[in-house]
């Protein structure tokens, strides 16, 4: 049993924003789905190596980037994201032992850092914050933060 992710495929006409976990944990997406359906939003899956390509789609407003994956230099990947036309919110989450890489991911810059607990108690507010039609200036809101 392969527990690395597939690209999910929207439907074209699917105009929802977007959020894209970045993920080879398909346990991870499912417990995203609920949240951001309540956010108005929908969340799309994709693998490290497609991270910045597809963060570029139409309706990308958040990466959430799974700590846990081989991600390579996370600060490399942090500035790609940020440097596309539409920078979406990037977000990092992981297990609360790797200390070293949620640190390495708030010196990337990333808009929050979370533990992966966190992350799934905090997923519907994470969501309507950073993804969602009504998230407009996500600097508004202060009910989701970092480690």
Known sequence: LSRKATPHVAATDDLRMTALLETTDLLAAPQQYGPASQAGARVATCTPKQAIQRAGD????LVLLELASPLGDVGQLVAGLKALPSAPAVVAFGPHVQEAKLQAATDAGCDAVL??????????????????????????????GSV
């Open 58 to 61: 139409p309706g990308v407003r």
């Open 115 to 144: 533990t992966r607990g966190q992350l799934y108690r905090q997923a519907g507010a994470l969501i309507a914050r950073y993804a969602s039609p009504a998230a407009g200036d996500a600097d508004d809101a202060d009910d989701v």
